[in-house]
């Protein structure tokens, strides 16, 4: 059973540039959850979609958006980037919503730096 | 809202010798629990977690946690370490309920010396 692959591995951008990342869930998985690691913040929730809906949100600014599709992939945009957006982005997936054994199941990430 | 804290940043430790890794969390409401490793350049692989029933709660690779209700901690243990433990490990929360969103300590870093 393939993992959750997120596309691209390392990207390099500018300030004030604009970037979108994509994360295939693992076949079935209708939950996608998307974070933001930095040495600084450590890990932190960016937010969830379920059936194409985004179900929670955490406290980024609207720079960051994301969408769901209808085949449960998901991709995330960050606009006007700032240097402080360099980060590695994890999704993670889940079973739908009446299987709450709660466990995510992580990419290998997504390296944003700007510079 | 939940915290989650983790006590240690860095933990060496010689191989074949026992270690654990400590984690605090306060929440207001009840949680489920979890540990992850993180292997360089890897994405989070779930160790552990703990969602009822037994406190005690055996995970992959030999490590297992107790949960501890009373001082809401959720301490991670091995009895022998492994070089190829080394790697950071996050703690995290989620509230119960159908959200996904976990809260993450701040991590410890493992690290087994020959």
């Known amino acids: 059973k393939a993992g959750v692959t997120q596309t691209p591995r390392y990207l390099i951008k500018t300030r004030g540039q604009q970037v979108t990342l994509s994360c295939s869930p693992i076949s079935g998985h209708r939950s996608v959850s998307w974070y933001q690691q930095t040495p600084g913040q450590g890990l932190q929730f960016l937010f969830e979609y379920f059936s194409e809906t985004q179900r929670n949100k955490g406290n980024f600014p609207g720079r960051f958006s994301g969408r769901q599709f209808s085949n449960s992939r998901s991709e995330m945009n960050v606009s006007t980037l700032e240097l402080g957006d360099s980060a590695l982005y994890l999704c993670?997936?889940?079973?739908?919503?009446?299987?709450?054994?709660?466990?995510?199941?992580f990419g290998e990430g997504s390296r944003l730096t700007v510079l | 809202a939940q915290s989650v804290t983790q006590l240690d940043s860095q933990v060496p430790v010689f191989e074949e010798a026992p270690v654990e890794l400590r984690c605090n969390y306060s929440?207001?409401?009840?949680?489920?629990l979890f540990w992850y490793v993180q292997y360089p350049n890897q994405g989070l692989q779930l160790l552990l977690k703990y969602l009822s029933g037994s406190t005690l709660v055996k995970g992959i690779n030999g490590f297992e946690a107790e949960f501890n209700k009373s001082q809401t901690s959720f301490h991670l243990r091995k009895p022998s370490v492994h070089i190829s433990d080394t790697a950071e490990y996050f703690c995290a929360v989620r509230p119960l309920g159908s959200a996904r969103q976990l809260t993450f300590g701040s991590g410890t870093q493992l690290t087994v010396l020959p």
């Open positions: 993670a997936s889940s079973l739908a919503a009446t299987q709450n054994t709660g466990e995510l199941f």
């Open positions: 929440s207001s409401v009840s949680v489920y």
